[in-house]
C-alpha cells in the first residue's frame, strides 16, 4: 500500500498557490496535488468547504486531517517543522525585513487583485481593460518601493535576501507569474527581474510554475 501523503489543496495558476508550492517543494516536502478549479467554483463545493470554510486556495491537509489555511501560515509552519534549508534568515531584523517584503506582496498586491476582487470591480461597470488597469497599479504602486529597497539595500544577494531563497523570494516568484498573465510590463524593475530568472534556475521553483501542474490549461 502507497504511503499517504498530506494533500496539496490549491490550483495552478493562483499566486498564493505557487508561493506555497515553491517553499514546499524548496523543502523536498512530498504532497498530493488535489486541483480545485476557481474558475468554476469547485472552491466553493461543500466538501471543501467543510475542510475550509472560506473556500480559498491554497490549503494544506496533512495526514491526521488537520487543515492548515493562509499560504503564509503554512509557510511559517513549514518553517518550524522543516527548518532546513531555511527561508527565513537566522537574525531577528533579517527574519522581519524578509517578512516586511513578503507581506509587500501578500498584503498590499495580492488582495486586491485577487479573482473575487477582479470579479468585483467588474460588476462596477469596468470593461477588461479598466480591470487590467486595476490590476496593473497595485502591482506598480508596490514594486516601485521594493525595487527601491532591493536596489540600495547591503542584504540583496542573487535573490531577496543573501544567496538563498527566502519566503520574500517564494512570493515575488508567485507574483510575477500574475504579472505576466496581466502583462505587466515590468522592466522598470530590473532587480526583480533579475532576481525572478535566478529564481527560475531553481528545480524547486521551476517545478512550482503554473505550466508543470496536473491541472495546467493554456
Ligand atoms: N491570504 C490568502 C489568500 C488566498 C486566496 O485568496 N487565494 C485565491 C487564489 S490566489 C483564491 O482562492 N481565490 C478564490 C476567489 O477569489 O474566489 C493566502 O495567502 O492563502
Keep these: 500500500m502507497s504511503e499517504q501523503k498530506p494533500l496539496l489543496h490549491n490550483y495552478f495558476r493562483s499566486s ?8 514546499l517543494n524548496y523543502k523536498g516536502f512530498d504532497y498530493d496535488y488535489v486541483a ?14 467543510a475542510k475550509n470554510p472560506a473556500g480559498l486556495v491554497p490549503a494544506l491537509e496533512l495526514v491526521d486531517g488537520t487543515v492548515l489555511t493562509q499560504s503564509l501560515a503554512i509557510i511559517e509552519w513549514l518553517e518550524e517543522t522543516h527548518p532546513n534549508p531555511p527561508l527565513l ?3 531577528p531584523v533579517g527574519r522581519a525585513q524578509v517578512r516586511a517584503m513578503a507581506y509587500m506582496i501578500a498584503c498590499e498586491i495580492h488582495p486586491l487583485n485577487n479573482l ?9 461597470g469596468q470593461d477588461e481593460e479598466g480591470v487590467t488597469a486595476w ?5 506598480h504602486t508596490t514594486f516601485t518601493p521594493l525595487e527601491q529597497m532591493l536596489a540600495t539595500s547591503p542584504n540583496t544577494g542573487k535573490y531577496c535576501y543573501g544567496d538563498t531563497p ?4 517564494v512570493c515575488l516568484f508567485a507574483q510575477m507569474f ?12 530590473p532587480t526583480l527581474e533579475r ?7 531553481l528545480e524547486s521553483f521551476q517545478q512550482a510554475a503554473p505550466a508543470k501542474q496536473p491541472d495546467a490549461v493554456a
Excluded at 527566502?166 to 523570494?169: I, L
Excluded at 500574475?178 to 524593475?189: E, H, L, W
Design 116 to 124: 473575487r476582487v477582479l470579479d468585483q470591480v467588474r460588476s462596477y
Design 166 to 169: 527566502t519566503m520574500a523570494d
Design 195 to 201: 532576481i525572478f530568472a535566478a529564481l527560475n534556475q
Design 89 to 91: 534568515p537566522l537574525d
Design 178 to 189: 500574475n504579472n505576466q498573465r496581466f502583462k505587466v510590463d515590468t522592466s522598470a524593475y
Design 36 to 49: 480545485h478549479n476557481l474558475r468554476t467554483n469547485e472552491n466553493f463545493k461543500p466538501e471543501y468547504l
Design 135 to 139: 490590476f496593473h497599479k497595485w502591482v
Design 16 to 23: 498564493t498557490s505557487i508561493r506555497l508550492r515553491a517553499a
